[in-house]
């Protein structure tokens, strides 16, 4: 066999090599594409259900799902969803058309309880509110609320009313039982089920006795605040120094240089009075002087000075 036929002979191989590698490409792909195309029956929610709601045929239906977006934790046949002789209920409330995910829904056999709910390590703690303190029932499950505690703390000599953060950032896992009376009305929450850690569960038992409870709404995702302070009766008056110890600084430097030559005004007033009043007693009368009687000073007026979060009181010589 000649040169130049062996070269065509191995060129040609080469060729077919690279052939038979490309069709298995694009027949792999295609398969591929063809499953990522196809759908799969998904099971859904065919009414709203809510909390404690018991699964039944009635109330689920399997829609066609595509099959790179069907959610993990979906159900794609009945005997895997409502196993036979074992109950199921809804722990989280699930519109129509909403698929029905293991996470919102209690094991084969198992009841309505909120303990499947919690995050490894967490605790389900429920305290009292009301209307007000419960933000007008704006506080809805899965909302995250900081935890307010206010109480009467006794001093050496009178007691005061003051008012601490307790806890930040909690997840609302429940409010009461039920949204609704049993006539359909809307029915204003009494309690609200947290999750906390263990310790911080101790500190809600222990809050609920030593004085009443308020729920604050926060924005999600909103980080904690570092810096928390004790708000009491001395607070709850309207000025800038009064009860906010670290105002913002645009607020306090917009102001400052119009406060400070209040400040200064104010003193270089008060000093001019006082070296007035205090001038010498004596008086002349017809070439002779003569000292004044002494008197009893009368009480003379006094005004206070703010300076930052320091007040200092300046008698008023007239």
């Known amino acids: 066999m000649s040169r130049q036929t062996m070269i065509a002979l191995g060129v040609a191989v080469v060729l077919g090599l690279f052939a038979v590698y490309m069709a298995n490409v694009y027949i792999g792909g295609s398969k591929q594409q063809a499953e990522l195309g196809g759908t799969t029956k998904v099971a859904v929610a065919s009414v709203p259900m809510a909390y404690g709601t018991e699964l039944t045929a009635d109330k689920v239906r399997f829609v066609d799902y595509p099959n790179s977006s069907i959610p993990p934790g979906a159900f794609t046949n009945g005997a895997q969803l409502m196993p036979a002789g074992q109950k199921r209920f809804a722990l989280l409330s699930m519109g129509v058309n909403?698929?029905?995910?293991?996470?919102?829904?209690?094991?084969?056999?198992?009841?309505?309880?909120?303990?499947?709910?919690?995050?490894?390590?967490?605790?389900?703690?429920?305290?009292?509110?009301?209307?007000?303190?419960?933000?007008?029932?704006?506080?809805?499950?899965?909302?995250?609320?900081?935890?307010?505690?206010?109480?009467?703390?006794?001093?050496?000599?009178?007691?005061?009313?003051?008012?601490?953060?307790?806890?930040?950032?909690?997840?609302?896992?429940?409010?009461?039982?039920?949204?609704?009376?049993?006539?359909?009305?809307?029915?204003?929450?009494?309690?609200?089920?947290?999750?906390?850690?263990?310790?911080?569960?101790?500190?809600?038992?222990?809050?609920?006795?030593?004085?009443?409870?308020?729920?604050?709404?926060?924005?999600?995702?909103?980080?904690?605040?570092?810096?928390?302070?004790?708000?009491?009766?001395?607070?709850?008056?309207?000025?800038?120094?009064?009860?906010?110890?670290?105002?913002?600084?645009?607020?306090?430097?917009?102001?400052?240089?119009?406060?400070?030559?209040?400040?200064?005004?104010?003193?270089?007033?008060?000093?001019?009075?006082?070296?007035?009043?205090?001038?010498?007693a004596s008086v002349r009368r017809g070439g002779s002087r003569t000292k004044s009687a002494a008197k009893p000073a009368p009480d003379k007026p006094s005004v206070e000075i703010y300076r930052g979060l320091t007040s200092n009181q300046y008698k008023v010589g007239g």
């Open 98 to 280: 909403e698929p029905i995910l293991a996470s919102k829904i209690s094991a084969p056999g198992g009841g309505a309880s909120i303990a499947a709910l919690l995050t490894d390590g967490m605790r389900a703690a429920t305290i009292r509110i009301d209307d007000v303190s419960g933000v007008a029932g704006f506080v809805q499950p899965n909302d995250s609320v900081d935890v307010l505690i206010t109480r009467t703390v006794q001093g050496p000599a009178s007691s005061a009313q003051v008012t601490d953060v307790l806890l930040q950032n909690v997840r609302v896992i429940a409010i009461d039982q039920e949204s609704k009376n049993s006539d359909g009305t809307p029915k204003v929450a009494r309690t609200a089920t947290v999750e906390v850690a263990p310790l911080d569960a101790q500190k809600l038992a222990l809050a609920q006795q030593a004085g009443s409870l308020s729920l604050v709404l926060r924005k999600p995702g909103e980080q904690n605040n570092p810096v928390v302070e004790t708000v009491s009766m001395n607070d709850l008056r309207y000025n800038m120094y009064g009860g906010a110890r670290y105002p913002a600084p645009a607020v306090v430097g917009g102001y400052s240089g119009a406060i400070a030559g209040a400040f200064d005004r104010a003193s270089q007033t008060i000093t001019n009075a006082n070296s007035g009043a205090s001038s010498g």
